[in-house]
Every structure is written in C-alpha cells, then in structure tokens.
C-alpha cells in the first residue's frame, strides 16, 4: 500500500487539464490515476499520454468523475463554474481534496460549496502560483499605506480563449487592495468605463481586460497619485507555475480538517 496521494484530473483535454496531467505524471510525490472528460468527448477511452500527443502514461480517459474520484486522494479541477460545483458534490462524496483553480464563480456558486466543504477539504484560489499569491499580499500593504490619493487600477492580459473578465487574479488583487485600504470591494469596483463617464470616483478601483493571442496571464496593480505612480506586475509565461502550485495545494490538503482553503494557507504567506 503506497502513501503517495492518486490524484485525478478533470477537464483532462483542456489546457490546464494537458498541463496539469503532464506535472502530475513527471512528480514523484504524487500519482496520475485519472483524466476525467465530458461524455462524448473524443479523448474518452483512450490513453491520457496518447491523446495528447505523447507516450502512454496507463490512465484511460473516463467520462464517471466518481469512479475515479472513488480511487484517489484529490482531485484537481481546472474547468469551468457549472462543472466544478458538480464535481465539488463528487469530490465531498469521495472524500477527495478538491484543489478548485476554476474561475468565473458568481457569488452565489461560491456559496454553493459550502455543503462540500463540510466533507472535505476545498483549497480554491484564482491564481495558484506563488508569485501572484505574493503580489496579492504586497497589494494589501502598499493599499494599506496610501491614502486615497493614489487611485487604484488592476489591468490584467490574457489570450483570446480566455471566457470570463475581470480574470480570477483581478479579482483577488482588488480584493487585496480593497482590504488595505479597509473597505469593501463591492461598494467601489469600477469595471465598464465607456463614453461619458465623468470624473474618475475618488477611492474607485477600477478593473480593465485585455484579450488578444497567447498571452498566458499579467496582472498590473497601478496606485497612481499626482506626480508619482506605483506599479506591482506579475507576468506568467509558462502555464506550468499554475499546475506546480496546484500540485502543491493537492499534497498540502492531505490529512487537513475539512473546510475552504486558499493558496496563502499552502504557501504559508
Ligand atoms: N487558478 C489558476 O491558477 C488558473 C486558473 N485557470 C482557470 O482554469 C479554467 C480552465 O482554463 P483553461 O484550461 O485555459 O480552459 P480550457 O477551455 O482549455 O479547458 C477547460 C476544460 O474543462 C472542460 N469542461 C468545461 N466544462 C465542463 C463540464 N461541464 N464538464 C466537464 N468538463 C468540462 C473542458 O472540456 P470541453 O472542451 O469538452 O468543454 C476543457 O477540457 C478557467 O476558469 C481559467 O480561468 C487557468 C489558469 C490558471
Ligand atoms: O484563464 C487563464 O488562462 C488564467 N486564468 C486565471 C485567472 O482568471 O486569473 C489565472 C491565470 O491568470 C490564467
């Protein structure tokens, strides 16, 4: 009997799901022992490695999330809102650490995971890399020690695949400077500037996306004052810091008390 964790991937065919499948099979901490697609997906009954393009890795895609959930010890789970609630219910079933990176959520998904979480340990965070989760708390301080002179502004790039804005990562940063600055976020977001919009509202943080080729993810926080500009950036370039980290946050969640977790719990920041 191995104490090393199974660790199943959902969205397999994905890009995450490809990078996460391929992090998972090269770790000597943990095993690939499932690939999850939609029925009627194309990759379902072959060989995860084959499908994608490589050598056989001896996990068969399936389209039974708790059949596989029922042999592993997490499950990680980069899709899309509808999909992770369900496999959220799966996971809690299997008893299964479900590292969520989906992003997107509504309010009232996020609330849904509660019942989940009762059962088992949820680690969800936007942005799964450790240098994002460093920038979220750098954005925390520096909100924290400025006053409202410095307009706040999260501008954030990705490729033109990506389907929801403000990004996961936006969101998290806004939600970093918003608690510097001691106030609550929903009552100063500015997300659609278009037209006449009048003066700039004194403490507003503003969010702004840009879609276009293979950009893998950049977050700018601008804290902008007469005079002088702070600007805090990340840039990913390979979607391999997002798996490292979820890999990571799989491992972490072994043994923990059920409940919600993010990525500065497993990181420690
Ligand atoms: N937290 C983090 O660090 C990061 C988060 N992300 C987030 O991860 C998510 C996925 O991104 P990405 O890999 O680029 O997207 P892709 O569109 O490339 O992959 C999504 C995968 O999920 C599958 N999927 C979607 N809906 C369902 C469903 N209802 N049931 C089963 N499978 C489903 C898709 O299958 P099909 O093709 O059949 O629809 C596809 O395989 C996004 O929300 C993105 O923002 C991305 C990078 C980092
Ligand atoms: O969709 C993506 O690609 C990414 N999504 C996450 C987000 O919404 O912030 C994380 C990363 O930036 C890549």
Redesign the pocket.
Known sequence: MTHIPGIVITGASG?MGQMLVQTVADSDKARLVGAVERSGHAWVGRDVGEAMGGQPLGVTVTDDPLEAFARAQAVIDFTAPAATLEFAALAAQARCVHVIGT?GMTPEQIAALEPASRHAVIVRA??MSLGVNLLVQLTKKVAAALDEDFDIEVIEA??HH?V?AP????LMLGEAAAEGRGVDLKDVSDRARDGITGARRRGAIGFHAIRGGDI??EHDVLFAAPGERIVLRHI?TDRAV?ARGALKAALWGQGKAPGQYDMVDVLGL
């Open positions: 890009r992003t936007g942005n990705h490729h990506k929801d990004s996961g990562t936006a893998v993810g990913a997002f």
